[in-house]
T-cell receptor, first 115, second 112 residues
Framework: NAGVTQTPKFQVLKTGQSMTLQCAQDMNHEYMSWYRQDPGMGLRLIHY???????DQGEVPNGYNVSRSTTEDFPLRLLSAAPSQTSVYFC??????????????FGPGTRLTVL | GQSLEQPSEVTAVEGAIVQINCTYQTSGFYGLSWYQQHDGGAPTFLSY????GLEETGRFSSFLSRSDSYGYLLLQELQMKDSASYFCAVRPVSGSARQLTFGSGTQLTVLP
């Protein structure tokens, strides 16, 4: 199993550009999520999904859109990038049953710079 | 809301024992998790405490005391490869109960 995969690994954008960060998992996990990690601030939840067609907002959703059309894929879209979105983005997945949700499997991350 | 506090840095020598504390202010949560992250790589799950007490997994142990709003991760027989950031996390009972909240992390440096 590949686990959780993310593309691209690195990305540089100009202010106002749009892009999609890709995330896929092959563990048949119902729950998928996106976090951003900034220096000294730990991981903050952006959006999450508990299944195809079901998404919800996390702690810091502004400026980001998500959709979930399949169990495997959970892309994160930046519609108009801003320098404040410069960060490392992690995708994670888990089963959506009780304590199994507390064991999240993370992807390798996407390092995004917005100029 | 949820707030988890951890020391920003801890330093210890190889072979020693180190404790990383996590204090929290939250109205209620399902359990306390710990994650390890090397040099900005993917965080990996280490342990989970649903109930008060000590959970042991090899060289790593984790402890939770809900009455004291406190938990810790204990690393024994430290090795150089244990140098990493360690994060505690909780999933609150309130709201959708599907949002994992992380502390800001503790950078552990193991010296030879």
């Amino acid at each position: 199993n590949a686990g959780v995969t993310q593309t691209p690994k690195f990305q540089v954008l100009k202010t106002g550009q749009s892009m999609t960060l890709q995330c896929a998992q092959d563990m048949n996990h119902e729950y998928m999520s996106w976090y951003r990690q900034d220096p000294g601030m730990g991981l903050r939840l952006i959006h999450y999904s508990v299944g195809a067609g079901i998404t919800d907002q996390g702690e810091v959703p502004n400026g980001y859109n998500v959709s979930r059309s399949t169990t495997e894929d959970f892309p994160l879209r930046l519609l108009s990038a801003a320098p404040s979105q410069t960060s490392v983005y992690f995708c994670a997945s888990s089963y959506d049953r009780g304590e199994t949700m507390d064991t999240q499997y993370f992807g390798p991350g996407t390092r995004l710079t917005v100029l | 809301g949820q707030s988890l506090e951890q020391p920003s840095e801890v330093t210890a020598v190889e072979g020693a024992i180190v404790q990383i504390n996590c204090t929290y202010q939250t109205s209620g949560f399902y359990g306390l998790s710990w994650y390890q992250q090397h040099d900005g790589g993917a965080p990996t799950f280490l342990s989970y405490n649903a109930l008060d007490g000590l959970e042991e997994t090899g060289r790593f142990s984790s402890f939770l005391s809900r009455s004291d709003s406190y938990g810790y991760l204990l690393l024994q027989e430290l090795q150089m490869k244990d140098s990493a950031s360690y994060f505690c996390a909780v999933r609150p009972v309130s709201g959708s109960a599907r949002q994992l909240t992380f502390g800001s992390g503790t950078q552990l440096t193991v010296l030879p």
